[in-house]
């Protein structure tokens, strides 16, 4: 009776160990990765890119550099050089300073609507929305004789899985004088003209502890 015992004793527990490690084993082929992908590893991300702005009217170079808060908002400089380009657009300069707002990121992650698929999410969340003051420069005028607005979207593809490292930016948009807001009236390029600048630009995550400014150590 004892061996017998003792026998349906190891079996239960044997049968438990086993029971116990498959389902260990499901949790693990389950888990959910890292939902921000690395995008909450710092608080600023700081973004210099090259490229061009295309234009019904010609091709300029472009540069571009931006600071973002968490991935969320942030400002921007956009400045285009048409003098690298032969028969290039009217205006031959212009500098973009502005904001922009990607509302997708903390909305998605907060929520748990990730993908898990880092290049789709990084791509998704990099939707944004863009406005800026223009200056730009007539052919043989001064630099910033010519004021105006920018409106714009913005994505952002990247070709590593990581926020970190070089991307592909598509931003494009309208832009308008001040004269044309003012008088509704379109004599020009200069006073309403669509563009579209592709460039190549490289990411870096930066942590500044700007989130967690106001903390205090625990005691």
Do not use: C, K, N
Not at 41 to 59: E, K, R, S, W, Y
């Amino acid at each position: 009776m004892r061996w017998a015992f003792d026998a349906s004793v190891l079996a239960l527990l044997a049968s438990s160990a086993v029971g116990l490690g498959a389902r260990d084993a499901r949790a693990q082929d389950t888990a959910p990765g890292e939902p921000s992908h690395g995008r909450v590893d710092g608080d600023l991300t700081l973004v210099v890119g090259a490229g061009a702005a295309v234009l019904p009217q010609g091709v300029r170079a472009e540069g571009e550099l931006r600071l973002r808060y968490l991935e969320t908002a942030g400002l921007f400089a956009a400045y285009e050089e048409a003098a690298l380009f032969e028969g290039a657009a009217d205006p031959q300069r212009v500098l973009a300073l502005g904001g922009e707002l990607r509302p997708l990121f903390l909305a998605r992650w907060l929520q748990g609507y990730e993908s898990r698929r880092a290049r789709l999410d990084l791509a998704l969340d990099s939707l944004g929305l863009e406005l800026a003051a223009v200056l730009a420069q007539r052919p043989g005028g001064p630099f910033g004789s010519e004021l105006g607005l920018q409106a714009g979207l913005g994505i952002e593809v990247p070709l590593l899985e990581q926020p970190s490292g070089p991307w592909i930016g598509l931003h494009g948009g309208v832009r308008w004088s001040d004269a044309a807001l003012a008088s509704g009236v379109v004599r020009g390029a200069v006073d309403r003209a669509a563009f579209l600048a592709v460039t190549l630009a490289w990411h870096e995550l930066v942590v500044a502890h700007l989130v967690d400014v106001g903390d205090e150590a625990p005691r």
